[in-house]
């Protein structure tokens, strides 16, 4: 073959090369949403943007129908023989929860520690936006940056998860030159925020709403936190608003991108080392195995994407079908063993949570009766307008950081995220803890934030 021949080979080759390269790199656009947009109930009313000072001071007719409903015999299942929590919540072992919550649980001493951080009411978007603020405390040291950071729970959770990492974040570490100022809001239909009136409020709707708050108290750009939905808002809102976000650190994550995909195939057939590292091979493979697992921990996800309303109104009847099913979520979710167990692991004295900071967490969903509205934003977030927009799959360039806890439903090893987050600042994988992190392990998430933060901050800019 003649030279010439050689080069225009090569060239085409090239000019096919380029055109694949340009075609696989070029980005989704980032989806564009109204800018003011009404969630609440009928036609817009006129703005009130005040922040509101706000109590939990649950009313005594509440406190005393939640005892009555408490008081009444028990309806349940005895459950299967050896079973344990194969079969979801084991019913001996609710019957024994929903004792120590009617006899030994204090509602108004527990009222009273989740006042310990103040409460806040602002309305945005025509929605009540409830959110609980950890003042930055520097504590006299100097040289100390105050930073404020957006703290995102998810569900079955609320801003009780926040209760113990909370101190971390607003005081002085060890090897860390910086203190949060920490919003800690509460997603539209959790808790005290209102729910949406209206269908459509996802995760990029609740970004925005989020982006007005901080902005509302004052801040321009912000630090980021989440696991579960927190962590899927932070991750929109770091690839919506970079200008923004300082950082975006995560517990829980997943990006969509063809990369990504594309890698998580290659790795099934692939020997380890190739696409996957072997360390990485036990979070994704083998693939039959984690499909099986994720089979057997999502049907609530299924359920909640498509019929919210329907279970919605079991849940919500009953205190005790309430904790039946937010129980069995922090059995499951602290570790994939736990079914195994006689009581999932929830009454053992080395359970990483301690049984009454989840019943506030239930409290709270049945005092606020949000167990519905919390649920539709499954329906909400896995809608065909949702899913087509796949923010999951477009680039992120601000700092990024991720805290792999091993008992988690599901976390990519870093060189998959990689494909959706361009400036990993630090990934880092423990050794223990699930899916409640910030419950389960708090020093170990907040020692992975701080030194998060420090990095980029030591950057120059
Ligand atoms: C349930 O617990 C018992 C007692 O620890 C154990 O013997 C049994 O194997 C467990 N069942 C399952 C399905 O793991």
Not at 132 to 159: C, E, N, S, Y
Request: hydrophobic share 40%; aromatic share 12%; proline share 6%.
């Amino acid at each position: 073959m003649s030279w010439m021949k050689l080069l225009s080979a090569a060239i085409v080759v090239a000019a096919l090369a380029y055109k694949i390269r340009e075609k696989a790199m070029a980005e989704p656009p980032i989806p564009e949403l109204d800018p003011d947009p009404w969630w609440g109930p009928g036609a817009r009313e006129k703005g009130d943007s005040s922040v509101r000072p706000f109590k939990i001071d649950i009313s005594n007719k509440d406190l005393d129908d939640l005892k009555a409903r408490l008081a009444l015999p028990l309806r349940l299942t005895p459950p299967l023989e050896k079973a344990n929590f194969t079969y979801g919540m084991n019913q001996d072992t609710l019957k024994e929860i929903v004792q120590h919550w009617r006899l030994k649980y204090d509602w108004r001493k527990r009222e009273t520690l989740l006042n310990f951080y103040p409460h806040f009411m602002t309305k945005i978007e025509g929605l009540e936006i409830h959110f609980m603020r950890g003042k930055a405390q520097t504590k006299g040291a100097k040289d100390i940056k105050v930073l404020p950071l957006l703290l995102i729970h998810g569900w079955p959770g609320t801003f009780v998860e926040f209760y113990d990492i909370m101190l971390l974040l607003t005081t002085p570490q060890e090897d860390s030159n910086v203190v949060f100022e920490v919003i800690c809001p509460s997603i539209p239909g959790y808790g005290f925020s209102q729910g949406s009136a209206k269908q459509g409020l996802g995760h990029m709707e609740t970004g925005q709403i989020f982006l007005k708050l901080m902005k509302r108290l004052g801040y321009d750009q912000f630090y980021l936190q989440g696991g579960d939905w927190g962590s899927i808002i932070a991750s929109s809102m770091a690839t919506m608003y970079p200008e923004n976000v300082l950082g975006v650190h995560l517990n829980m994550f997943v990006a969509n991108t063809l990369g990504t995909n594309l890698k998580l195939i290659l790795g099934a057939f692939l020997p380890a080392g190739i696409v996957v590292s072997h360390e990485d091979q036990e979070k994704l493979y083998p693939l039959t195995e984690k499909i099986g697992m994720f089979a057997r921990e999502t049907g609530y996800l299924h359920l909640q994407a498509t019929k919210p309303d329907t279970i919605g109104a079991a849940l919500n009847q009953s205190p005790v079908s309430l904790a039946a099913y937010i129980l069995e979520k922090f059995s499951s979710w602290t570790h994939k063993d736990n079914y195994k167990e006689v009581d999932g692991g929830l009454l053992h004295k080395h359970f990483p949570i301690d049984l009454d900071k989840i019943l506030d967490n239930i409290c709270i969903y049945w005092f606020t009766g949000s167990i519905t509205t919390s649920m539709r934003y499954y329906a909400e977030n896995f809608s065909p307008k949702s899913m087509a927009n796949n923010v999951e799959s477009i680039p992120c360039r601000v700092p990024s950081a991720m805290s792999a806890f091993p008992h988690d439903l599901l976390n990519q090893p870093e060189n998959f995220v990689a494909h959706k987050f361009y400036d990993i600042v630090s990934y880092s994988d423990q050794l223990v803890g699930g899916h409640f992190a910030a419950m389960e392990r708090p020093k170990l998430l907040a020692r992975d934030f701080h030194k998060f933060v420090n990095i980029v901050e030591s950057r120059v800019k």
